[in-house]
């Protein structure tokens, strides 16, 4: 059985749970299943088949007879196509899509209903780019013609996280697919249940069998057949900085095939004296605290300039306090529960370990309610740059507040981990937004905002949070390798 009925707090659908390869559900190799797991209520929702080492090669295979195949002789045109029907009809499921979100991943229903939006959109986006991907001329002498091509990369494996479950698989789905590449995508075995119900929607889209492949398993056996697999010829990864390196390295060790990775974030958001300090409160609230503190841009660490930071910290703590935790599925609901009982307990010991450094808890720093993985809103003051939860990413709703003197200081402190993927800069001088937000060693800098990510514009990290780009014109380039052609027009060179 592939397919079960489930019901959210909004209503009945059919949930596939089964492998999608070749545009059908089937059942594993092994038949194996694992369980899906509600964070809420710490109950089961359904089970869904699990992809071992074989189903990867079967997926593998399809993917790569596709890519040989029709889709590659597909004119460019109807790749955006294909593309822009599936947004079409993630637009048109954007209610149960939301409602699937919100029952497997935890997250707020408004939130996960902008998330769905979000996926149409950016899927809507590169089915326009599919026909634009061009190559150019290049003038060397009147006897030679040269010509280059962006061509395909080939069979691309793609391994997202479960923060934003639709959102990533867009996010990855997207920019492979309109360069004319095949897919075989891998869901966190925590929040599979969106892919799958979007991938019933990849054949009513019109895309030929093969060519997206969506497989639910663990990173430990799928996702490391995928980068070491002989016959995959990229692999794209967002997640961990720990588990980036273990795939890069796989990607060496195999057939070096290409790798784009999306890595982890310990981002500076940073609060000057002048800023609007009710926007800058809004903003800072939101860039920690969104998505449950989940996300790989949080801005984690905030700084404020050393004249108003009593104030701040005063305002920011009320603004936390107010923040409504509680059942994704109430509409009045900001945060919901952690990912997991895994992720709960390490967010637990990072609190802990603040404690014990020394660190100050202005608010939060305890469990929410006696079930499911909720956790408050936590801020903690009187910190130290060596302090473990200075350095090191929670990736949950915990945020440490520092003071700083001046725009040198702000500079010094924004860029002193080891990451490098965002961070924030909240002025009314554009003098000041422009020279920091040019010093701060981050792939993204927003100002008087925060995680305001856009599918037009690039995404991706400094240091260890990663290499090359999600997002916008940039992305294509992680997914089409150049050639170059040089016809020789004259008489031949040598007698």
């Known amino acids: 059985m592939t397919t079960v009925q489930l019901e959210t707090p909004t209503g009945k659908y059919q949930q596939p749970t089964g492998l999608f390869i070749n545009n059908e559900f089937v059942k594993g190799v092994d038949g194996k299943t694992f369980e899906v797991v509600s964070f809420r209520d710490e109950k089961v929702i359904t089970s869904v088949h699990e992809a071992t080492e074989k189903d990867v090669d079967v997926a593998v295979a399809a993917a790569r007879k596709a890519f040989e195949g029709e889709w590659r002789t597909l004119p460019p045109q109807e790749r955006g196509r294909c593309l822009t029907k599936l947004s079409d009809l993630l637009e048109k499921n954007l209610d149960t899509l939301a409602a699937i979100e919100s029952l497997d991943n935890g997250k707020a229903i408004t939130m996960a209903k902008g998330d769905v939006s979000m ?35 080939g069979v691309c494996a793609q391994i997202i996280p479960w923060n934003f479950p639709l959102l990533m698989w867009a996010w990855k789905i997207g920019p492979a697919i309109a360069c004319g590449n095949t897919v075989v995508l891998k869901t966190a075995e925590q929040t599979p249940l969106s892919g799958l119900f979007a991938a019933s929607l990849i054949k009513e889209a019109g895309f030929p069998p093969g060519v997206i492949n969506i497989i639910s398993g663990f990173g430990k056996t799928a996702g490391a057949a995928l980068s070491a697999h002989m016959d995959v010829d990229k692999v794209a990864f967002t997640g961990s900085t720990l588990v980036g390196r273990q795939i890069m390295k796989a990607a060496a060790d195999s057939n070096l095939k290409k790798v784009t990775l999306e890595l982890g974030g310990k981002s500076p958001n940073i609060v000057f004296d002048d800023a609007d300090i009710d926007n800058a409160i809004s903003w800072v609230n939101f860039g920690i605290f969104f998505n449950h503190g989940q996300c790989c841009c949080a801005g984690s660490r905030v700084y404020v300039q050393e004249g108003i930071y009593d104030k701040f910290v005063q305002r920011f ?18 945060q919901g529960p952690q990912v997991s009982q895994l992720q709960f307990d390490r967010i637990m010991g990072y609190i802990d370990a603040g404690k014990k450094e020394g660190a100050k808890i202005e608010t939060g720093g305890s469990r929410h309610g006696d079930k499911g993985y909720f956790i408050q809103p936590t801020i903690f003051s009187n910190v130290t740059h060596d302090m473990k939860i200075m350095q090191e990413e929670i990736f949950g709703p915990v945020c440490t507040i520092a003071k700083f003197k001046d725009a040198e200081d702000a500079i010094k402190v924004g860029n002193t981990t080891t990451y490098g993927l965002a961070a924030a800069v909240h002025t009314t001088s554009l003098k000041t937004a422009i020279q920091v937000s040019n010093s701060l060693k981050a792939g993204t800098v927003w100002v008087n905002t925060y995680n305001t990510l856009h599918h037009q514009i690039p995404f991706g990290g400094y240091k260890e949070s990663g290499i090359g780009r999600e997002l916008g014109e940039a992305a294509l380039a992680n997914y089409t390798q150049t050639k170059s052609v040089s016809i020789r027009l004259g008489d031949a060179l040598f007698g």
């Open 119 to 153: 996926a149409a959109g950016c899927i809507r986006y590169y089915g326009g780019w599919a026909d634009k991907i061009e190559g150019k001329t290049i003038d060397t002498s009147p006897d030679t013609f040269n010509y280059t091509r962006q061509e395909p990369i």
């Open 317 to 334: 703590k009320e603004r936390a306090i107010a923040n409504k935790v509680g059942d994704p599925f109430a509409g009045d609901t900001f």
